[in-house]
């Protein structure tokens, strides 16, 4: 490492920043109830949530990996992400007009309590085991990425050598001290900071890059624009070209609904406002925090790469690692502690409300916490059992990732998300638009066959067509799980 950028000095920075963490749950977590832990007692003010959904939304995944796909090959190269980004903000718009006034309407805890409602308990059930088999899916990928950056960097080096699992032990352990007892009333603040933590980061990197290159911001943003890494709109390669604009931004769109908007991590911030309106609100400034944001992500790879072939350096076997390697070989000791604060952040502030969510959701979906009887110190001790059980289901998830990943981690993500999330998109997409009843004892195979259609189908388009759905995965899963609840849906009696 450069300087005397050592293992010790970064452990201790990373005790500080969790000692901050801790503060900040001791102070908002005193007489924390049911209620605060799993909507914040509808108090949360929405400047605050937007702050933070941008945090939620970017996670550790983001701060590594799209600067890392600039430069590489297939999707999300140059700066073709932001095709994405845009389709987000549609999927966004659907989300603030259509999603959250019906979760707002039905005074939701859970967003899945809808599907209820809607079709009956078998797809209540349904689309929240998606949900977690969904989060976990995803959460787990994001710190397994944080893991194996301190695995090969700070803890599984000379002369500290901790085995994988330790690092994958202690990161989960820091999760669940913060957040097991004030819940979403915690989160909220604490999202918010490392939001802002991490875009420092990433803002005095680019600076730092600039100083050793000799260059200003204008002469880095020159530098950019000038480069093979700033083309933003890929419309020439057809829908068989991975960054095809028309394939990204629909595929955005949908991404953007199904794991914001169906998603009870990143809702439950939203439907914690006291009402609609505020929500909006958070929303909407949300959107734009979140446009400036991915560029700023962007520009940062494009400097990353330039900065690479101006000084040299061989690149790293996986675009992941090349934001984290340079930032801890090749910069200053300085620029490498703010790295590592930037990437915790990133990390932990999806992370550690998607362990509040998946205890919400279970407790509330499949525990029933809000029809039991059981008093209030009862549901509490239920729920922090609920909180460590999943906290030992994301570790064996990532061990396992461990074992099996081979791809830029920001795609497996997608992937993933394309399979587990499309029953979802199909049972609210159905349940909205249409007045139909179904029998919701089929619910299940209908929503188990729509993903395995899916893949098969997909898998067939690419060896035999040589089309690639990519993330449009999505919407094929969505369509196949909606034309199955139209087959098991009740027939109206006729009239005579």
């Known amino acids: 490492m450069t300087g005397q950028l050592t293992p010790a000095l970064i452990l201790t920075t990373i005790a500080l920043y969790f000692a901050t963490l801790i503060g900040i749950s001791w102070l908002t977590s005193r007489r924390a109830n049911n209620a605060d832990f799993f ?59 259509v999603l959250m006034p019906v979760y707002y309407r039905l005074n939701l805890t859970s967003i899945y309590s809808y599907l ?35 695995d090969r960097f700070v803890l599984g080096v000379p002369p500290l050598n901790v085995p994988f699992w330790v690092t994958v032990f202690i990161t989960i352990v820091l999760i669940w001290v913060y957040t097991f007892k ?79 908007g169906l998603d009870q991590d990143m809702m439950q911030k939203n439907i914690s406002c006291p009402n609609i309106r505020d929500a909006q609100k958070n929303m909407f400034t949300f959107c734009i925090v979140l ?111 461990k074992v099996l990943n081979n791809d830029a981690v920001i795609n497996e993500v997608f992937k993933a998300a394309g399979y587990t999330y499309g029953p ?3 049972l609210f997409t159905f349940g909205m638009l249409t007045k139909i009843q179904i029998k919701d004892s089929l619910v299940i195979p209908v929503c188990l066959a729509a993903p395995v259609l899916t893949w098969l189908i997909v898998d067939a388009s690419l060896k035999y067509a040589g089309f690639d759905f990519g993330f449009l995965n999505l919407a094929l899963n969505g369509l196949l799980t909606m034309a199955g609840l139209w087959l098991i849906s009740k027939k109206s009696p006729r009239i005579s």
């Open 39 to 97: 909507i914040a007692g509808r108090k949360s003010p929405w400047w605050l949530i937007a702050i933070g959904m941008v945090g939620a939304s970017i996670s550790g995944v983001t701060f590594i990996s799209i600067p890392g796909a600039v430069g590489g090959a297939g999707a999300n190269q140059a700066f073709s992400y932001m095709q994405m980004v845009f389709g987000y903000l549609l999927g966004y718009f659907v989300i603030a007009t």
């Open 116 to 150: 209820d409602q809607r079709f009956g308990h078998s797809s209540n059930k349904t689309g929240a085991a998606y949900f977690l088999l969904s989060r976990v899916i995803g959460s787990a990928f994001r710190l397994y990425l944080v893991a194996i950056v301190l």
């Open 182 to 260: 004030g819940g979403l009333k915690t989160i909220i603040w604490t999202d918010a900071l490392q939001a802002l933590l991490f875009l420092a980061a990433v803002t005095m990197t680019i600076v730092s890059i600039g100083g050793e290159l000799g260059k200003d911001l204008g002469g880095l943003i020159g530098m950019v624009q000038q480069s093979e890494y700033s083309k933003i709109f890929f419309f020439e390669g057809g829908w068989g070209d991975p960054n095809n604009f028309f394939k990204q931004f629909f595929a955005g769109a949908l991404i953007a609904i199904v794991m914001t």
């Open 291 to 401: 446009v400036f944001t991915n560029l700023l992500f962007l520009t940062l790879g494009a400097l990353l790469y330039l900065y690479a072939g101006q000084t040299g350096m061989e690149l790293p076997a996986r675009s992941d690692y090349l934001y984290p390697m340079i930032a801890l070989e090749h910069l200053s000791p300085a620029l490498g502690i703010i790295f590592m604060v930037g990437l915790i952040a990133a990390a932990y502030s999806s992370a550690d409300s998607a362990l509040t969510a998946l205890t919400t959701s279970f407790c509330v979906d499949f525990l029933n916490f809000e029809k039991s009887d059981n008093p209030e110190a009862g549901q509490q001790r239920t729920r922090r059992w609920v909180h460590v059980g999943f906290s030992f289901v994301l570790m064996g998830t990532i061990l396992i990732f």
């Open 424 to 426: 979802l998109l199909g």
